[in-house]
């Protein structure tokens, strides 16, 4: 199962620069779980952090300008924090499965002359093989769309951009054959567009494994943007293999689960009855016009419910078990406050699920999560929480609760780490 063992977020709203988990510079750090949640109060960022996830996947999809428009974020300008004159940064260091050795993704992005976003550089990193110390190898140098890329597996130039190197010159040593050993393995690339990410180009051609991997691995992030009213949309019949973002094609699933995965689909309703009493049948009906009904038989009743009647509780676990038994589950799964709507004695059950997802045998999804509910905290480990703060200039600042000794004591006295933030423990001493 590939994994994010690390990121960091460089003047992204109010993220001036913040890093979760370990990077390739950063040995001491411990890397992200297979389940990390970010907890703070409202306005310090939770929502920005997820959102800068879905700023890269958009990049990946649209280009880098079209990124900056969407979803309402107003531009680059809007989404540059406030006060900076650098370009916004990331920085992903991850790992394609357990064995894998890690690859660093960097980006960076600014205006050019024409006040328009670009892509102002791409690196992709890997140590070779037995190497441990020292800077990773580049696989994929871009600079404002110009750069070299790397065939195959192995090879790479070892480049400390703290030093003096110039990109364009190798470009041209390449071209001119003076650099007779890399030209062998290398490939110069123009991209038409700088707004483009050249990962979206080169990640489709064959002969460039490494960057096709991780393009695969940011196409199958999965960031939830439910909300109960699409899912209660009536969507033409017709089976569909996985939710998508809004759940407005939630009845297309449950035909493709009924038709595809019986057990499976009868395991959720039994875990479903269990947590939400009464409801002992979920299926499917076709209207006269082509439409699905997604229909609830509650054990009380004759007549079944349809899903314009359920509670958004109902709709929003039912939507989450489902998404978790997805037969190809995404590699990522951002899921914003998934308490909301929901009762409280469920959400340490529903963070249990997500747990058993993410640390599942059969590998499920790396899954992270913004929450501001502590009894949904309650049933996480100090190593899985992230506390979001505001710095005294207006910056969020982030630390991992197990970096307090004190917090780690009292969980292991057996105090619920939600509590212990209900109590302002976990507030910046």
């Not at 997820?50 to 309402?72: I, N, P």
């Amino acid at each position: 199962m590939s994994k994010i063992e690390g990121f960091r977020i460089k003047n992204y709203r109010v993220l001036r620069d913040i890093t979760l988990g370990k990077l390739w510079n950063t040995r001491d750090s411990k890397p992200l779980m297979p389940m990390t949640a970010v907890i703070g109060k409202n306005g310090v960022g939770k929502s920005t952090i997820f959102d800068a996830f879905g700023f890269l996947a958009d990049c990946l999809k649209g280009g880098v300008e079209e990124a900056c428009d969407s979803r309402g974020r107003g531009g680059f300008e809007r989404i540059r924090s406030q006060g900076q004159k650098n370009g916004i940064e990331f920085e992903i260091y991850y790992k394609e499965d357990g064995n894998a050795r890690p690859i660093t993704y960097e980006l960076s992005i600014d205006l050019d002359s024409s006040e328009r976003p670009y892509v102002t550089k791409e690196r992709l990193r890997q140590r070779r093989r037995g190497q441990d110390k020292g800077w990773p190898f580049s696989f994929l140098m871009l600079n404002e769309g110009r750069g070299i890329a790397w065939k195959g597996e192995e090879e790479g130039k070892k480049v400390e951009e703290d030093k003096e190197f110039d990109l364009f010159k190798l470009i041209e040593k390449i071209k001119t054959g003076e650099a007779e050993a890399e030209s062998k393995e290398t490939e110069v690339v123009e991209l038409d567009d700088k707004r483009r990410l050249g990962i979206a180009t080169l990640g489709s051609l064959k002969q460039h494994p490494r960057i096709s991997a991780f393009r695969r691995f940011i196409e199958g992030w999965y960031l939830s943007y439910f909300t109960p009213d699409a899912a209660r949309s009536l969507p033409l019949a017709g089976p569909q293999k996985h939710l998508n973002i809004h759940g407005d094609n939630l009845g297309n699933v449950v035909q493709f689960m009924e038709r595809e995965h019986p057990k499976r689909f009868q395991s959720i309703l039994e875990r479903i009855s269990r947590k939400i009493p009464g409801i002992n049948q979920i299926s499917t009906e076709r209207s006269p016009d082509g439409r699905l009904l997604l229909r609830f038989n509650d054990k009380g009743f004759t007549d079944p419910f349809y899903a314009q009647q359920m509670s958004d509780g109902t709709l929003k676990v039912f939507a989450y078990l489902l998404l978790l038994e997805d037969p190809s589950p995404p590699p990522f799964l951002c899921i914003e406050e998934p308490e909301n709507g929901l009762y409280h004695k469920l959400l340490e059950t529903l963070a249990q699920e997500f747990r058993e997802h993410a640390t599942g045998r059969k590998g499920g999804s790396q899954v992270f999560i913004t929450t501001h509910q502590p009894y949904f905290v309650d049933a996480l480990s100090p190593k899985e929480v992230w506390v979001l703060e505001k710095g005294v200039d207006g910056f969020s600042q982030i630390r991992r609760a197990s970096e307090d000794r004190l917090i780690v004591d009292l969980v292991d006295e057996g105090l619920p780490l939600g509590g212990l933030w209900y109590s302002d423990y976990l507030d910046n001493r």
